[in-house]
């Protein structure tokens, strides 16, 4: 898990409300981005963000975690976003 950001805007009077709009529009920007990645989750803990899910790319992964590091500057984002190995096996599947 990777900790990305830093506390500094979170104790602001408001910050939560605020935090709580900035990643409803950073889920739909992902969503709706050239990544398009729907199975990346962003979830406010505390005065935290957590990001998690299963993309393709080591690249994929870097460049999702930049996005949400730039969106929501000046909070801590918790990055645990994991890449898929597509890589075939090594050896047969024993089905006995």
């Known amino acids: 898990m990777s900790h990305h950001g830093a506390g500094g805007?979170?104790?602001?009077?408001?910050?939560?409300?605020?935090l709580e709009y900035r990643v409803a529009r950073l889920k739909e920007r992902l969503a709706a981005g050239?990544?398009?990645?729907?199975?990346?989750?962003?979830e406010v803990r505390g005065e935290a963000v957590l990001l998690t899910g299963t993309v393709p790319t080591a690249r994929c992964r870097d460049e999702i975690c930049r996005t949400v590091d730039e969106e929501l500057a000046g909070h801590r984002v918790h990055c645990d976003v994991v890449v898929a190995d597509a890589s075939s096996p090594d050896r047969a599947e024993d089905l006995a």
């Not at 805007?9 to 605020?18: R, T």
């Not at 050239?34 to 962003?42: H, I």
């Open 9 to 18: 805007a979170s104790g602001a009077p408001g910050a939560g409300d605020n």
């Open 34 to 42: 050239p990544l398009a990645e729907l199975g990346v989750r962003l």
